[in-house]
């Protein structure tokens, strides 16, 4: 995650103190010295999580964030998300209507590659 925080501009002088503040954010101060291979697909989609936080990007796309995750870390995965999102514009796709209407403020339907519906 460091390396990401580096490439998104993150000061030298905050740099640990935001790597370990995002990775406790995410729910991985448990496993923050073990190596990527050895999470499960869950932990893997929450370290992708904090690694597109990282850096207070404006724009953040997340292709099914929650996806692989147990019903406990994808709640607290939405509660990071709502947490984030202010001031920012955030890309989600999902299949998870329940996903769509907790976390969205625009919702568009997309069936066989076209765009069917679009609302707030």
């Given at each position: 995650?460091?390396?990401?925080a580096?490439?998104?501009?993150?000061?030298?002088?905050?740099?640990?103190?935001?790597?370990?503040?995002?990775?406790?954010?995410?729910?991985?101060?448990?496993?923050?010295?073990?190596?990527?291979?050895?999470?499960?697909?869950?932990?893997?989609?929450?370290?992708?999580?904090?690694?597109?936080?990282?850096?207070?990007?404006?724009?953040?796309?997340?292709?099914?964030?929650?996806?692989?995750?147990?019903?406990?870390?994808?709640?607290?995965?939405?509660?990071?998300?709502?947490?984030?999102?202010?001031?920012?514009?955030?890309?989600?796709?999902?299949?998870?209507?329940?996903?769509?209407?907790?976390?969205?403020?625009?919702?568009?339907?997309?069936?066989n590659?076209?765009?069917?519906?679009?609302?707030?």
């Open positions: 995650m460091e390396i990401f580096i490439l998104k501009g993150v000061d030298d002088d905050f740099l640990e103190q935001k790597v370990l503040q995002m990775i406790d954010e995410v729910g991985l101060m448990d496993k923050v010295n073990t190596m990527v291979g050895a999470l499960s697909g869950g932990m893997k989609r929450k370290l992708s999580l904090g690694i597109a936080l990282i850096g207070n990007s404006k724009v953040i796309i997340l292709d099914e964030p929650t996806s692989g995750m147990d019903p406990y870390s994808m709640r607290s995965t939405w509660q990071l998300i709502k947490k984030i999102k202010k001031g920012r514009i955030v890309l989600l796709t999902t299949h998870s209507m329940d996903e769509a209407d907790v976390l969205g403020d625009r919702i568009a339907i997309m069936a590659g076209r765009l069917r519906c679009c609302g707030r």
